[in-house]
């Protein structure tokens, strides 16, 4: 495993609720990130970590190969692959998230 990917994977393991995104929480730099909050918002998740990969990009390319998965932003619960801001929405919608989130509480 690489450097890059060792620190993803310590990411994704140490925190409960991990969220790679573009820009942050507070100031979402693109509009699938900033979905991807509003949804983990109205799903009740509390302790939802993020990292912005707009600021490194080891990262930002090293966290697609982890996944094996294309696009950012990419969601992490319990240190499981989740998916994007497309499968959130699905699984917000059909109450799939919320149950998930308090499974992994």
């Known amino acids: 495993m690489s ?3 060792q620190r993803i994977d310590e ?3 140490s ?3 991990m969220l790679f995104m573009k820009g942050t929480a507070q100031f979402p730099q693109c509009g699938f ?3 991807a ?3 983990l918002k109205a ?3 509390k302790d939802v970590a993020t990292f912005n990969v707009l600021e490194d990009d080891e990262v930002r390319q090293g966290i697609k190969d982890y996944a094996q998965w294309p696009t950012i932003p990419q969601l992490y619960v ?3 692959f989740v998916g994007g801001s497309d499968i959130m929405m699905e699984m917000y919608e059909s109450g799939e998230l919320q149950q ?3 499974a992994k509480a």
Do not use: F, N
Request: hydrophobic share 45%.
């Open 78 to 80: 319990g240190g499981e």
């Open 33 to 35: 990130s900033g979905r």
């Open 11 to 13: 990411m994704v393991k």
């Open 43 to 45: 799903a009740g998740a």
């Open 3 to 5: 450097d890059v990917q």
């Open 37 to 39: 909050i509003q949804i």
């Open 15 to 17: 925190h409960r609720v």
């Open 100 to 102: 998930l989130l308090a």
